[in-house]
Nanobody, 124 residues
């Protein structure tokens, strides 16, 4: 199983980035997908999640209204559209896959597969 995150980079505050996570080796449409982020010295934190069908999404309060998670089951890919970026959004962003059978999961221990991370830097 591989998860390959991409799309990170340097952007000014107020700008936008779109992260993508391409997966292989798993039945993508059966997995809940999530995005997490981590900054140096801090624990990794939940950002967003989307159910296998894409019918339900959930966001951390800190990104609600600015970020949007989506998935393309035909392409085994999940995206995170990040708008109105703030310097505090600077972090390494990780995509992850969870095989839980219920709706949404925010706890990283229930995600069994992880991508390598992509760095997002927001300058002020």
């Amino acid at each position: 199983v591989q998860l390959q995150a991409s799309g990170g980079g340097l952007v000014q505050a107020g700008g936008s980035l779109r992260l993508s996570c391409a997966t292989s080796g798993l039945t993508f449409s059966r997995y809940l997908m999530g995005w997490f982020r981590q900054t140096p010295g801090k624990e990794r934190e939940f950002v967003a999640a989307i159910t296998w069908s894409g019918g339900m999404t959930y966001y951390a309060d800190s990104v609600k209204g600015r970020f949007s998670i989506s998935r393309d089951n035909a392409k085994n890919t999940v995206h995170l559209q990040m708008n109105s970026l703030k310097p505090e959004d600077t972090a390494v962003y990780y995509c992850a896959a969870s095989s839980v059978s219920y709706g949404l999961e925010l706890r990283e221990k229930y995600y069994g597969y992880w991508g390598q991370g992509t760095l997002v830097t927001v300058s002020s």
